[in-house]
Structures are given as C-alpha cells and as structure tokens.
C-alpha cells in the first residue's frame, strides 16, 4: 500500500480523508452485518413497533398525568369545602356575616357537591385511572419484551465489534498510520533506547490507556494517564457565641439587650487531588538536539490586531539582545503564533521547520471548522516529541466496542459512522501538528526498516490499562476514602500466562480536631472547633491472571476474529474479558 506524503494535514483532511474515513466506516459496518447474520428486516419490524408503542406510551402518560391532575383538584374541592362546612357548623359562628338561613344554604350546597365530587371520584376517576396504570403497565411490559428481543436480534452483531476496530479502519484510511496491537515491551524498549524515553514519566501515573504505532515508521503512543498531586484543602468551622448587655433606651432607661455572633476559624491542610491528562509521544531522530516548549496562545492571532503586534514586538526586543540565542524568522505570522522562544537550535529548528511547515502549521492553527484551531501544546526534548491537545481531553479513546452496541440496527448503523468519525477526526488532528513536519516524514530509524525479529510482549503500560479497565474498587485498600494510583509488577508463568501483581495506592481519611482561639463581641477568647481530615497513605493489593495470544488476527474476517476471540477466552476459563488481544481474568 502506498503511504502518501502528508505535507499540508488541515487541507488533506479536507479533500481526502474525511470523506475517505466515512467510506471505510460506513463499508466496515456493513461487512460485520453481512458476517453476522442479522435478519435487518426483521429488526426493523421489531424497532418499529417499539417505536409506535413507546410514541402511544408517551400519550398514555400524559393522559395519566392530566387524570392524577383532575384527581387532585377534586380530593382539593373536597377538602376546602369540608374546612368550609366546618366552619358554618363551629359554634356561633356566622359565616361572612349572613343569616342562619344562608348559612344553612350555603352548608346544604356544599354537601350536595361534596357527594357529587365523591361519586365522580368513585365511579370515573379512579376507575379511569385504574384503566389507564393498567394500560401503561401492559404497554412498558410489551415495549421491554420487543427491546429484548430486538436486542437477541442484534446480539451476533453485537458480539462482532472488538478493541482494534477504529484503528484498522484508521490505518486504512491513512496508510501513514499504523497500529500496533498492543503496547510491547519492544516498543517502548525502542522509545527508551533509540529516542531517550525517560522512564520516570510513569513515576507517580497510572496508565488509564494507551495506543502505540508507528507514523511513518516512527513510535508514537497515545496515552491517558492519572496522577496524584498532593493540594491543599481549607477546612471551617463555625461557633455561634451569645451574651446580654446593658443600654440605655432615647428615653433614659436602661434595658437589656441580647446579642449573638458566629465565629468562623479555618484550618488549611494536605489534600490529594487526582489528575487524568492524554498525551501523544512520539519519537523522531530528526533535529536530535533541538528542545522547545510551545503552549497554546489566548490573545487575539488576528495580524492588524493589537495583542499580535504586542507579541511581535516582544519578540523583537527578544532577538536584539546582545546575550540572545534567539533569531527571528522571515515569517513573522508563525514566529507569534508557534511562539517558541525558548529554542536552544536555530539551525535544527529551520531544518524542521521549513517554509512549508510553517504554512502547514499556521493553517492549522487557524482553521476551527474542520480543526481544532489553537487548542495544543507542543514539547520537544531532543528526540522525543509530546502533543497535548485540548479537543482529546474529554474523549474516551479507549475504543471500548460496548459504545457501538445497540438494538436498533439503523441506530447502530449511524452511530457507528458518527462516533468513529468523530474519534477519527479528533485523532487526526491531535497527529496533524506532526504531520506538518516534513522531515518527520522523511527520516525512518533503521530498526523500523529492517523490523524486529522478537515475539512481542505486552509492556506494563497494558497491565495498568488492564487492571484500571477492571476498576480500581477490586484492588483498593479496604480503609481507602480516595482516588486510587495503580501500578503493577509481573511475574511469568509460563505457557503464555503471567501473574500481574496490582497495587492500588490511595489514602485513608482519618478524622481530627483543630481548635482556634477567636476572640468574640462579648470581649472573650472563645475557642473554635475545625473538624478536618488527615490523609494517610494505604496500599491495596490484588491479582490478575494474563493469558497473552500474540497470534495476528488482523486479515481475519470479522466471524473468524469474533471466533479467534472465543477461543482465547474459553482456554483460560472463569469469568474473562478480551482487551486488546489480552484475555484476563480475576
């Protein structure tokens, strides 16, 4: 397959890809129905009538609603008059005034309403009522048995969605891209020993997800981690304090007054606060000495505007120092707009960014129809490369298949369009800013051209990812009020197996009393209560047990994938889950 030069991301999406992602997408779909079997006409059928009995339930409801509503004006009527009558009967008393003969009218009337507002209630309302719960019952016990059997209908496509689809579909609609199966021990064995991966990333981060590749030949790893920083929290506590006083009134006498005053004290302490971020790594040999930080700009990128010629002017003044490394490139509009300053090469810096890629970048970073606009930071150390994108911050990448699963083949048939595109789209431009680069596209290391001859391993990247997929509450320490970190260590087994040792590491809540001397309107010290917590650290523990089946299913048909699956989960037995070709089980 020819893998395409991408030199200009922003208008290549526009013309090629994204047109080309919904073809794949839209194929993709129907190649898992065709080799699943679902009878759509018979779905379809099923959908249809859930739809029109859902449509007369909405109708049966409302007709409820407004009956519960005429009920309760009546049992009000009922009501009101009752107290009314009441009155009229109270002894000696004479209602708005009148003569008795009126008031025994006016009693005599309310009666005669008050049996014809019973009998309403007894022989329409409740009846009509009682017809109607009946009905709204029948309707949501047929509407639940059509939804189980549409979703018996869907289950064989249902079962047909896996953790590696988006990236097939992605890697066919940019051939650029490749996905690895999951994140190896060689992979990031290459980010460390090729690139200089620094490894105390992870220090103090769980991995949540990750996806590694290649663009171009060269590593890249998607990855959602979460971190504990240790914050402060402000803690109150409140005192309602009283006293009397004696003063004297305008008329010259004295009196006591009672006075009352809340005092606040405060008490700051520890706090752990948990951080989830998605970072894109990627290693690249080119420009091996070059270091920058760009962050992503607030002030008005427009050129006429004020904050634009306030930046320039800035750098400027930057670049006529005597002591300055720093030298101001022709395109001012990219200078301002990439705004990396603090480079330390200017020779490598122009190697990698050329005139085109500054074009390409500047309309990147302009354009926020198709893109993103400025929404990303960008850091360079030397061979290593971090994106950090704002629009990828609130998207699941997890690719988890159980989003695409629904009842309603139509509505799994959009869905699943929109929602990998929506993925696709997201994920294109948090590479585009690398995509940019030409000489990122030019340079290929030579392990990835003559590949690897080892059997791959999953890194403890996945192992984290697995055991946060789990969740947190199986492995937390049984005192734990907090978030929890999880990392894992190893051990082999043999056979393929390995026991992964998960330690959840969290922080328990113990209660304490801060006391504060406030002094008060009544002249006095008075002490204050806070009552606030000190966080401890606590370790939970438990184990997963990992059958890897490193055996490429890529070129299977959707069934044969599906049955590729079911074989690895039945040969380890218990309850199991396939994630990204790893099957596990507690």
């Not at 190649?31 to 018979?42: H, K, N, P």
């Not at 014809?116 to 409740?126: A, D, N, S, T």
């Not at 460390?192 to 171009?216: E, K, M, P, T």
């Not at 006075?259 to 606060?273: F, V």
């Amino acid at each position: 397959m020819v893998k395409e030069e991408i030199y200009n991301p922003l208008d290549q999406y526009r013309k090629v890809y994204k047109a080309k992602f919904l073809e794949v997408a839209a194929r993709t779909f129907e190649e898992l129905a065709t080799a699943s079997g679902v009878d759509v006409t018979a779905n379809k059928a099923t959908c249809d009538e859930i739809r029109r009995l859902s449509a007369k339930l909405d109708k049966t409801k409302t007709r409820q609603a407004w009956w519960r509503f005429f009920c309760a004006l009546l049992y009000i009527s009922l009501a009101v008059g009752a107290i009314v009558g009441w009155l009229i009967v109270d002894s000696g008393y004479v209602y708005f005034n009148m003569d008795p003969d009126s008031n025994v009218m006016i009693l005599t009337a309310i009666i005669a309403a008050g049996v014809g507002i019973i009998c309403l209630l007894v022989f329409l309302v409740h009846p009509k009522l009682n017809a109607i719960g009946k009905e709204r019952k029948e309707l949501e016990a047929r509407i639940k048995e059509l939804t189980n059997q549409a979703w018996q209908q869907m289950a064989p496509l249902n079962r047909l969605y896996d953790w590696d689809i988006f990236a097939r579909m992605m890697t066919e609609t940019v051939p650029k891209l490749e996905f690895d199966p999951f994140f190896t021990t060689q992979r990031l064995a290459d980010l460390q020993r090729v690139y200089g991966w620094d490894d105390r990333f992870n220090q103090g981060r769980s991995v949540l997800y990750s996806h590694s590749g290649l663009i171009n030949g060269n590593p890249f790893v998607l990855c959602r981690t979460k971190k504990m920083e240790m914050g402060t929290k402000t803690y109150y506590g409140h005192k309602t304090i009283h006293w009397t006083s004696r003063e004297r009134t305008s008329d010259g006498k004295w009196t006591t007054v009672h006075h009352s005053e809340t005092l606040t004290a405060s008490y700051t302490a520890p706090y752990p606060g948990y951080y989830e971020k998605t970072r894109l790594i990627y290693g690249n040999i080119a420009a091996p000495d070059l270091c920058f930080d760009r962050t992503k700009n607030t002030f008005d990128s427009e050129q006429g505007s004020l904050s634009f010629k306030w930046k320039l002017h800035k750098l400027k003044k930057q670049a006529e120092k005597a002591n300055s490394n720093f030298v101001l490139m022709q395109n001012e509009d990219f200078e301002v707009l990439f705004n990396t300053i603090n480079r330390n090469h200017e020779q490598q810096y122009r190697l990698l960014f050329t005139p085109l890629a500054q074009e390409s970048m500047l309309a990147l970073l302009r354009d926020e129809k198709d893109a993103y606009g400025d929404d990303f930071d960008f850091l360079k150390r030397r061979m290593i490369n971090v994106i950090v994108a704002d629009h990828i911050q609130g998207i699941e990448f997890d690719m988890n298949p159980g989003r695409f699963r629904h009842f309603d083949f139509e509505y799994a048939k959009d869905n699943f369009v929109r929602l990998n595109a929506a993925y696709f789209r997201a994920m294109y431009f948090c590479l585009a800013p690398l995509l940019c680069v030409p000489m990122y596209q030019q340079i290929r290391t030579r392990e990835n051209i003559y590949g690897y001859g080892d059997r791959p391993k999953s890194s403890f990247w996945e192992h984290e990812a697995l055991a946060n997929f789990w969740g947190e509450d199986r492995f937390k320490h049984p005192r734990c009020a907090t978030q929890n970190i999880l990392k894992t260590s190893e051990r082999t087994l043999g056979n393929g197996s390995s026991e992964i040792t998960v330690e959840a590491h969290g922080y328990e809540a113990v209660k304490r009393m801060y006391y504060e001397r406030k002094w008060g309107g009544d002249g006095r010290l008075h002490t204050v209560p806070v009552e606030w917590y000190e966080y401890l650290p606590v370790v939970g523990s438990g184990t997963i047990y990992m059958n890897e089946d490193t055996n490429d299913d890529s070129q299977l048909s959707p069934l044969q994938r599906q049955t590729h699956i079911s074989s690895r989960l039945s040969a380890i037995g218990g309850s199991g889950i396939y994630r990204r070709h790893i099957a596990s089980h507690l």
